[in-house]
């Protein structure tokens, strides 16, 4: 009987400990310390701005950059160790300037989880860090930054930065110079204008 109470009062404590941690809110940016469970919220609404269609052009081809706001999306470790953040993701389209010919298209994917572009952070100057993660490439990242004022229309892509991360495991592809010349979007700074 003892031990079933110590269990109870066990599953409660821990419990109420869970929801207790559930409500935390912090701002857009808080990184370092947050317990598991907190929500990283963008209470102050600066990811608005970037939301929208964004279009640039580069070596014969257009850019189409679809922006969208999601919220509380939780991000979870293999440990367990968990948060909610509101954070951008990004949609793209290119096609060839000449034609109009359809080069790489996900502005129809509505999983979270398979949106290749998403917001890692924020610096000065109103500058975001976006990161490309390509599942269907071995899972190669590479990042880029999106700096500017979004009130005047034109954002500035730059800073394309292939990294060293994917998976060879299973992976089809020799290694990371080949999946590197399979990502689509542009790896040359540009102008974006909405």
Known sequence: MKTQIKIAIAVFVSSFYSYAQEGIEVPFNTVIGI?????????????????????????????TLVIEKRFKEINMSESGYYYYEDRLVGKYKITTLSNN??????????????MKIRNSGSGKNNALWMLYLD???????????LRGNPATNQLEYRGF?????????????????????????PKVNLVLTR
């Open 35 to 63: 317990p598991s469970g907190t929500y990283v919220k963008d209470i102050d609404n600066k990811l608005l701005p970037y939301v929208g269609t964004w279009e640039g052009e580069w070596d014969g081809k257009k850019f």
């Open 161 to 185: 930065l292939q990294d060293e991360y994917w998976n060879s495991q299973g992976c089809q592809f020799a290694g990371l110079e080949d999946i590197y010349n399979l990502i689509p979007i």
């Open 101 to 114: 010919v359809v080069i790489a298209n996900n502005l129809n994917e509505q999983n979270y989880n398979l």
């Open 135 to 145: 599942k269907d490439l071995c899972s190669v990242t590479a990042s880029f930054v």
